[in-house]
């Protein structure tokens, strides 16, 4: 059974980082087939950061140059390093193994 656990949601100011921990269960869940999607009120989920099969990543444009993604495939846990947050950025933070498997979300909230 797959499990999904994130962590390091809060409140934090403009300007401010946080960084998401996500740990995965199950051995088909490795770092390369596990993502970061988000979803504001009122809004669509959307992906964040992911890394591909090849190692490389893609970030959705509202995010790059701010977020990084990274992993530890031994223990299967992807990070989100997220520098520069803006107010726009609130929202609940999801990770996710194959589009499939979901963690319970954490919130994020950036607000002064």
């Known amino acids: 059974q797959v499990r999904i656990v994130e962590s390091g949601g809060g409140l934090v100011q403009p300007g401010g980082s946080l960084r998401l921990s996500c740990a995965a269960s199950?051995?088909?869940?490795?770092?390369?087939?596990m993502g970061w999607y988000r979803q504001a009120p009122g809004k669509q989920r959307e992906l964040v950061a992911r890394?591909?099969?090849?190692?490389?990543?893609n970030y959705a444009d509202s995010v790059k140059g701010r977020f990084t993604i990274s992993g530890d495939n031994a223990k299967n846990t992807v990070y989100l390093q997220m520098n520069s947050l803006i107010p726009e950025d609130t929202a609940v933070y999801y990770c996710?193994?194959?589009?499939?498997?979901w963690g319970q979300g954490t919130q994020v909230t950036v607000s002064s």
């Open positions: 199950g051995s088909i869940c490795s770092i390369y087939v």
């Open positions: 996710s193994c194959r589009s499939i498997y």
């Open positions: 890394i591909t099969s090849g190692g490389s990543t």
